[in-house]
């Protein structure tokens, strides 16, 4: 009886997918709670060395595991009692890096934790194998058993972060890698066919009417770096075709959103809207953690304010969770028409006040217009991603029938992992510079890019790990997998196939249902 309450507890809370929620301590939140971390019955939640047979189906799984709130209080006390606050921090490592060492004390871990964060390699000096087959550690001389076998202590803690340190350090790769993907300071000089495709952009937006379609067909395979704030701006409907009234139209809208600030910014420690602020405000830090740029004060300021804007003036979905991934693409791209150099690195308060306000009111609209065709994914029970991830099912059970069936075998649902695709835009699945460089400029080309041709984008993104899903033959494995697909190291020629083949697959499903554009 209680399994069975486990397995339907999803169908009975109140809480719906995407309503708002702390994201606890990750860059990925969880959107089931049978994806949280989970640990065998009847043992603590800490250090937990047994060793079960892994589950087959979700049934099993559900059978051998608890949830994470099924421990009570215990696993936040653990967390607040240990020392990982900023003092304890070791020098050269980054927040993400020590949550990775705390998991791995808690849960007997070895492999790194959150996804897409280089771990250092283990000194084989420090760690041996018992004779009965038991790690040990050597501290201070002595050999002692590993986190994954007894509770460890404060002191003990200390020791083991000082001891991180002193290991050699693989850098972490950033995401955004080098923005400034061509045309740049330091890039390399540009192709002929480079210099053709950028004139020919030129030739069409300096026109006294731009032909909006010719754009969006010369926008479909990538816009040259000088052109795509403007062509952005175009496709996103937010300035006209007509290139006399574009000044007029940015000042006029600039100053409205500017007017917004002040009529509404200060109602945020209202009682009606304080739990929507708060939930910006933590939320904000998390997006690229790894991006030095998202982390400067202004930065974070200017997120704030665009999304409370946009959640007060859009009650009937207010602000969710993945609506802040959202704003990056075109705040960086508004801000690299100013910036020669690296954009991850680049200090924005360097920039005149009158620059950064216009980089902040052209990212709200922007990224209002893209949310104004894909608004049913932010309203109650969000039914626009219900319904695209169904959709996305049928779409595989066409394309490749051979990993749905292997996704029923072991009863993974697509909404298990799916979800985060369509909330996010896959924007948590690739790197921030495919995202900007490849992927959007493509959804902006399209004419329904976001709501209608992301799902076909998913579906050849699925199918890219064919191999790799086929090989996992349990219901955990499956979704670790899915989860944390390794996409870290991709550029433009992988999204670049990517996009070939959901435009292959676009129109040889043309005779896809309705359904399918919602």
């Given at each position: 009886?209680?399994?069975?309450?486990?397995?339907?507890?999803?169908?009975?809370?109140?809480?719906?997918?995407?309503?708002?929620?702390?994201?606890?301590?990750?860059?990925?939140?969880?959107?089931?709670?049978?994806?949280?971390?989970?640990?065998?019955?009847d043992?603590?939640?800490?250090f937990?060395?047994?060793?079960?047979?892994?589950?087959c189906?979700?049934?099993?799984?559900?059978?051998?595991?608890?949830?994470?709130?099924?421990?009570?209080?215990?696993?936040?006390?653990?967390?607040?009692?240990?020392?990982?606050?900023?003092?304890?921090?070791?020098s050269?490592?980054?927040?993400?890096s020590?949550?990775?060492?705390?998991?791995r004390?808690?849960?007997?871990?070895?492999?790194?934790?959150?996804?897409?964060?280089?771990?250092?390699?283990?000194?084989?000096?420090?760690?041996?194998?018992?004779?009965?087959?038991?790690?040990?550690?050597?501290?201070?001389?002595?050999?002692?058993?590993?986190?994954?076998?007894?509770?460890?202590?404060?002191?003990?803690?200390?020791?083991?972060?000082?001891?991180?340190?002193?290991?050699?350090?693989?850098?972490?790769?950033?995401?955004?890698?080098?923005?400034?993907?061509?045309?740049?300071?330091?890039?390399?000089?540009?192709?002929?066919?480079?210099?053709?495709r950028?004139?020919?952009?030129?030739?069409?937006l300096?026109?006294?009417?731009?032909?909006?379609?010719?754009?969006?067909?010369?926008?479909?395979?990538?816009?040259?770096?000088?052109?795509?704030?403007?062509?952005?701006?175009?496709?996103?409907?937010?300035?006209?075709?007509?290139?006399?009234?574009?000044?007029?139209?940015?000042?006029?809208?600039?100053?409205?959103?500017?007017?917004?600030?002040?009529?509404?910014?200060?109602?945020?420690?209202?009682?009606?809207?304080?739990?929507?602020?708060?939930?910006?405000?933590?939320?904000?830090?998390?997006?690229?953690?790894?991006?030095?740029?998202?982390?400067?004060?202004?930065?974070?300021?200017?997120?704030?304010?665009?999304?409370?804007i946009?959640?007060?003036?859009?009650?009937?979905?207010?602000?969710?969770?993945?609506?802040?991934?959202?704003?990056?693409?075109?705040?960086?791209?508004?801000?690299?028409?100013?910036?020669?150099?690296?954009?991850?690195?680049?200090?924005?308060?360097?920039?005149?006040?009158?620059?950064?306000?216009?980089?902040?009111?052209?990212?709200?609209?922007?990224?209002?217009?893209?949310?104004d065709?894909?608004?049913?994914?932010?309203?109650?029970?969000?039914?626009?991603?219900?319904?695209?991830?169904?959709?996305?099912?049928?779409?595989?059970?066409?394309?490749?029938?051979?990993?749905?069936?292997?996704?029923?075998?072991?009863?993974?649902?697509?909404?298990?992992?799916?979800?985060?695709?369509?909330?996010?835009?896959?924007?948590?699945?690739?790197?921030?510079?495919?995202?900007?460089?490849?992927l959007?400029?493509?959804?902006?080309?399209?004419?329904?890019?976001?709501?209608?041709?992301?799902?076909?984008?998913c579906?050849?993104?699925?199918?890219?790990?064919?191999k790799?899903?086929?090989?996992?033959?349990?219901?955990?494995?499956?979704?670790?997998?899915?989860?944390?697909?390794?996409?870290?190291?991709w550029?433009?020629?992988?999204?670049?196939?990517?996009?070939?083949?959901?435009?292959?697959?676009?129109?040889?499903?043309?005779?896809?249902?309705?359904?399918?554009?919602?």
């Amino acid at each position: 009886m209680a399994t069975d309450n486990r397995i339907n507890f999803w169908r009975r809370n109140t809480k719906v997918p995407g309503s708002v929620q702390p994201v606890y301590g990750a860059q990925h939140p969880p959107l089931d709670p049978r994806l949280r971390r989970t640990y065998p019955k009847d043992s603590k939640p800490k250090f937990n060395n047994l060793k079960s047979k892994k589950a087959c189906s979700f049934h099993e799984f559900a059978c051998s595991t608890n949830d994470a709130w099924d421990i009570g209080d215990e696993e936040d006390e653990i967390l607040c009692g240990t020392p990982f606050s900023a003092s304890f921090t070791p020098s050269g490592q980054d927040w993400t890096s020590v949550h990775n060492q705390q998991l791995r004390h808690q849960t007997g871990e070895t492999e790194h934790v959150l996804p897409h964060i280089l771990t250092p390699p283990r000194d084989e000096g420090h760690n041996s194998q018992r004779d009965d087959g038991s790690e040990c550690e050597r501290v201070n001389g002595k050999f002692v058993k590993s986190s994954s076998d007894a509770d460890l202590n404060t002191t003990s803690v200390r020791s083991s972060l000082q001891k991180q340190q002193s290991l050699p350090v693989r850098p972490i790769i950033p995401l955004v890698a080098r923005i400034s993907d061509q045309n740049a300071s330091g890039a390399p000089p540009m192709t002929v066919r480079e210099k053709s495709r950028l004139d020919k952009f030129k030739q069409l937006l300096a026109s006294p009417n731009t032909d909006l379609e010719e754009l969006r067909k010369h926008s479909w395979s990538g816009i040259p770096r000088e052109v795509r704030p403007i062509t952005w701006r175009l496709l996103s409907g937010y300035l006209p075709a007509n290139k006399e009234r574009r000044e007029l139209v940015l000042k006029r809208k600039r100053e409205e959103y500017f007017g917004f600030i002040e009529q509404y910014y200060h109602s945020r420690t209202d009682e009606h809207y304080k739990d929507t602020y708060r939930q910006i405000h933590i939320d904000i830090p998390r997006t690229n953690p790894l991006i030095p740029l998202f982390q400067q004060p202004a930065v974070q300021e200017v997120f704030e304010r665009i999304l409370f804007i946009w959640a007060i003036r859009h009650p009937a979905s207010g602000y969710v969770q993945g609506i802040n991934d959202l704003v990056t693409p075109f705040f960086v791209v508004f801000l690299s028409e100013f910036v020669t150099e690296d954009v991850e690195n680049f200090d924005v308060a360097a920039l005149p006040l009158e620059t950064q306000r216009n980089i902040e009111a052209d990212s709200f609209w922007c990224m209002s217009k893209l949310l104004d065709g894909i608004q049913d994914n932010y309203t109650f029970a969000q039914p626009g991603i219900q319904n695209k991830v169904k959709a996305l099912e049928e779409l595989v059970s066409r394309i490749d029938v051979d990993i749905h069936t292997h996704f029923k075998k072991y009863e993974v649902e697509y909404l298990q992992f799916a979800f985060r695709w369509m909330n996010n835009l896959l924007m948590r699945e690739l790197p921030l510079r495919c995202t900007i460089i490849c992927l959007w400029d493509t959804y902006q080309a399209e004419a329904e890019g976001f709501s209608h041709f992301h799902l076909y984008v998913c579906a050849a993104f699925l199918i890219e790990w064919r191999k790799e899903i086929l090989c996992m033959v349990d219901f955990q494995s499956l979704l670790m997998l899915l989860q944390n697909l390794p996409t870290i190291h991709w550029g433009n020629e992988e999204v670049g196939l990517l996009l070939a083949e959901a435009y292959r697959l676009k129109y040889m499903f043309a005779d896809a249902p309705n359904h399918y554009k919602r």
